[in-house]
């Protein structure tokens, strides 16, 4: 399993990014998909999920109302879509894929991860 993120960049505070996730060399819809970031010098967090069939999603309290996650099926890539975004949203946005525990929030029930994408978000 392959997994690639993409679309960070820098925005201004209150402004909106789009991430998206590619999935390759695996049967993505069978997989349950999951966003996490890493803010320089803290620990890695949950930020989104969504199971398999789209049809359970699970957010990080900090983001509740301003990020949603989406899966495409049809194109192999789940989406976060980050509005309202404030500075400490700044940090290294991971997809991650794992095949049987759904929506989970805990990052050591991924089996796959990809690289990171940078999104700074300025004051």
């Known amino acids: 399993v392959q997994l690639q993120a993409s679309g960070g960049g820098l925005v201004r505070a209150g402004g909106s990014l789009r991430l998206s996730c590619a999935v390759s060399?695996?049967?993505?819809?069978?997989?349950?998909m999951g966003w996490f970031r890493q803010a320089p010098g803290k620990e890695r967090e949950f930020v989104a999920a969504?199971?398999?069939?789209?049809?359970?999603?699970n957010y990080a309290d900090s983001v509740k109302g301003r990020f949603t996650i989406s899966r495409d099926d049809a194109n192999n890539t789940v989406y976060l879509q980050m509005n309202s975004l404030k500075p400490e949203d700044t940090a290294v946005y991971y997809c991650?894929?794992?095949?049987?525990?759904?929506?989970?929030?805990?990052?050591?029930?991924?089996?796959?991860w990809g690289l990171g994408t940078l999104v700074t978000v300025s004051s």
């Open positions: 969504i199971n398999w069939s789209g049809s359970s999603t």
């Open positions: 060399k695996a049967p993505f819809s069978k997989y349950n």
């Open positions: 991650a894929a794992n095949r049987l525990l759904g929506s989970t929030s805990r990052d050591y029930e991924y089996d796959f």
